[in-house]
C-alpha cells in the first residue's frame, strides 16, 4: 500500500469532506503475519474525529467491540475534551479500508492505551477551534471561555462548532515536538461532566431492538450458504475422504476441496447441514488425542523429579530442602470461551473483483493480511467490514471462519455466508490449556512467609501452534510465552522465593482465553495462602494482610473493603454455608478482592454460591458503569471455572459439543453481587475485561473449604468431591 | 406456504420448506433479531413466540409454524417506535454487553411477565433457565424484569 499523505488518505476514505478534523496518524506498518500489533503513543495515536459542518461530532471507533464496549469509554474522552454529550457523538467502525491499520483488540487494554492519545487529538481540535473563535471576534484566545458545544465570552457572546465550522476542510495535525494540550479527561482537579460517568453503550437500543449489528445479520443480495468440515486439531490431515452422495443433496451448489480442506456451498442452511453429514473424513493425527496425553504431559511432579523446569520467572536464594508448611498440587481444567455467538462470515467478490468480507473479529487487519495471502489477492484488493462479535474473550483472533467463506467464496463466484455450528466452535476451539502445579511455601516460628516455591507446566499460549508462522515458531518460543507466564509471580514476599514453568504442546488447539495463565496460576496461589492461613490457626485475610504489609497498598485496601462489604450480610443459617476470600494483582496495575458465600448443600447435593462481593481498583474509573458489568461478566465466569466448566478430550476428537455436555453458568447460578470500584483519577486507567476472574474461583474454593473442610486441589468442583474429604 | 410474523402476512418460497424457523425468519424474511446459538434448544438466543408461547425457534420446523402468528423481537415495540417496557427496562438496567443473547432473553422474559405479572427471584430463576448469556448478565435481567413489570402494572 502506498503510504499517502495523512490529508490524502481522509479524502480518499470518503469522511466527510469539510468540517474540521483531527488526526493522528500510524506511521509503523503492519507485518504480515502474527497479529495487529500497532499500537498507538504519544506521536502516533488512534483517533480520528471530526466536527461537521452541522456540528456533530463524529468519530472512527478504533476497538473492536464484543461486549466491554470500550468505543462509548473512548466518546467520553472525546466529550469530555470537546464539551459535548458523550450521547451526542456518532461514531462509525471503520472498514480496513477507511483506516490505516490499528492494532487488534485484545488483553484488555484499550483504555490503557487508547484514552491518552483521543484525548490529545480532541483537545487539539478543541485549541484549534479556540484559535477560530478568538480570530473571528478578534479577541486573544484566552478570552474564549469553554462552553457546551463551543465557546463563550465573557460578554456573553456564544459559538458554538458548528459556527465555526464550514465546509473547507480544516486539518488539525499535531506533531511530535509540540506542547500538548491541557488534557481535561487527565486533569484530576478537573470537575468532569463526562468522564467517570455510567454512559450506557451507544448502540445499546439496536441491541435489545434485534438490530442487524452481528456478522451473520448482513443483508447481502444473492448470498449462498457454505461450511467446512472441521478437525479436531488444525494440524490434522485428511487420510481418507469419503463424499459420496453429496451431489445428490437437495439445493447442493459445489464441494470444494483444496488440501486438508473440504466444504461445501449450497442454496439453504439445511442443504449445508445434509451435505456436511454426508462426508466422511478420516484424519492424520499428529499426536494421539486423549486427556489421558494432556495428564502425562503437564505431570510437574514427573518433571521436576527430573530437574528443574524450563524457565526460571523468579529465583531468590531458592532453597529446595526446606521444612514446608504448605506442599499441595493444584490441577486446573482445560477451559473452552463458548461465547454467545457461533462465529459467522460472509465473503463475495464484488464487480470490481475485490474481495470483501464480513466479520466479528478482533483483528480486522490481520484476517485482511491473511486474506490477501490465502487467495494470492493484493491486499488492495481485500476488504473486511469488522461487525460487533457476540462475545469475544480472546478466541478470536484469528483467520478462521474468514477463511472457510473465503475459500468458498472464490470457488463458487458468489456471495457465501459461513455460520459455525456450536460443535464447529467447540471444534475448533482454541482452548485455555489445563495447567498443573505444585505449589510450596514454609514459613518462620511466627507464620512469616520465608519461602516460595511455585512450579507448573500448561500448553503454549501466545505461542501455540499457528499462531505464528511454522518458521519462526521455534525461534519465539527459545523466550518465555508471555501468555504462560501471566499472572505466576505473587504479591507475596518471601526471603526465598523461585517461580518456574514449562509450556507444552498439546494435542489440542489452544491459544488466549479470559487472563491466559492468571487465572489458574492465582487459584493455586490463592487456595495455598488461605490453607496456610488456616493451618496456623489464622483469619486469612488477616494473614494475608499481615503478609501484604509494607507493599502492594491499593491490593491491601481492596481486601480490607471487601471483607468489610462482606461482613454487612448475614450468613444465612445451617449447615455447610461459609464465606471464602481471594485477591490478586492483574497486569502490575490491577487490583482485585473478592469475597464469596457458598452453600454446600447435602439435601440437593449441589454447591451454590449465594453472594460474591467485589472490588476493584484498576485506576480512573473512565466508565463506572461498564467497569461494574465486566465484574459482573468475571464473576460469572469465576462460578462456570469454580463449579461447571471442563473442556471434555475424548479418543481423537474433541468431547464438549455443546451446552449440553460442556455446562456454562445459568440464571440461577448467578450469585447475588455487590461491586464497588475503586476510583483514581490520578492514575490512568486500565482494562477490566479480565481481572476479577483471578480472585473468583479460589474465594469460591475457599469458602468450600471453610464450609466442609474439602481443599479442592482440581477444577471444576463438584459436590462428591466435598464429601471424599 | 404462509406465516404471519408480527401481524404481517409473509411468504415463504418453495425452496425453504425444509428449514427451521430461525432459518426463514433470519435468512428469507430478513427478521435477524432472532440469533442462532445452540441448534439444540439449548441457549434460547432463538426464542420467539408461536401462538404466543415462547419457543426456540431453531427446533421448530417451519412447516409446523404456517398460518401461526409468530411474534419476533423486531415486532416488540410499537410501530411508532416506541419500545416495550420490556426493551425500556434493559436499556435502563444497561443489561447488554456482547448483546447477541438478549433478543432471546427479552422475548421469554415477555412470556413469563404474560404468565406472572409479579415474578419472585425464583420465578425468574425457572422462567429465564433456558436463556445462557456468557457475559453474565443475569443479575441485570432480574432487575430489569422487575423493574418491566411496575410498568407494565403501571400501564395496565
Redesign the interface.
Known sequence: MAMLTRRGFLIATGWVAGGATAVYAFRQRATAVGPTIIFPNQESGAAWLQIRPDGVCQMYFPRM?????VNTGLAQVVAEELNLQTEDIVGITPSTSDVPPIAFTAGSLSMTLFSRPTAIAAAALRERLRGLAASQLSLPPAALLDAPGGFRTAAGDQLTYADLVDNNNLMVELDADQPLPTLYTFDAERKKTQVGR?V??LD???????????A??V?VAGVV?GRAVKPPVRNASIAQLDTSGVADV??FIKLVRDGDFVGVVC?????VDAAIGKIKVDWTLKQPINQGEVDRLIDVDAEMAQGDLEQVLQDKAHRKATEWAIDLRFDVQTQT??????RAAIARVNESQQLEIWTGTQDPWAIKRLAALDTGLSEDNVVVYPM??????GGREHYDVELDAVRLAMAVQQPVKV?W??QDEFTTSRSRPASAHRLRIATDADGKLTDWWHAYITGHVFLARDRLPGWLMPIARLDEDLGVVRGAIAPYGAPHQRVECKDVDFPIDLGVWRSLTAAPAIFAMESAMDELALQQGKDPVDYKLAQLAGQHPRLRNCLTRVRDKAQQYDLPPGAGVARGYACGIYEHRCFVAISAEVQVDAQTQQIKVLRMCCVQDVGMAVNP?QLR?QV??????SVGMALMENFEIGDDQIKSS???NYP?????D?P??DIEIVDQPNIPPAGAGEVAIIAGPPAIANAIRRATGYRALRLPISYADTTTA | MKLRVNGVERGVDSGWQNENLLVVLREQLGLAGSRYGCGIGQCGACVVHVDGAPVASCMVPVTQAADKDILTIEGLAAPDGALHPLQQAWIDENVPQCGYCQSGQIMQALALLQQNSDPTDADIDLAMNGNLCRCGTYDRIRKAIKNAALTMQEVS
Do not use: C
Request: cysteine-free; aromatic content about 8%; overall charge positive.
Open positions: 467491540e464484543m461486549g466491554q464496549n455510567a450506557k453503550p445499546i437500543h439496536a441491541l435489545v431492538t434485534g438490530g442487524p449489528v452481528y451473520a445479520d443483508p450458504f437437495r439445493g442454496k439453504t442452511p439445511s442443504a470461551h463458548a461465547m454467545q455467538e457461533p460487533r462479535m457476540g462475545g469475544g474473550f455460520q455450528t456450536r458503569g458489568a459482573e461478566s468475571n464473576l460469572a465466569w455443546n451446552f449440553d456454562i453458568p445459568r440464571m440461577a448467578m447475588s453481587v
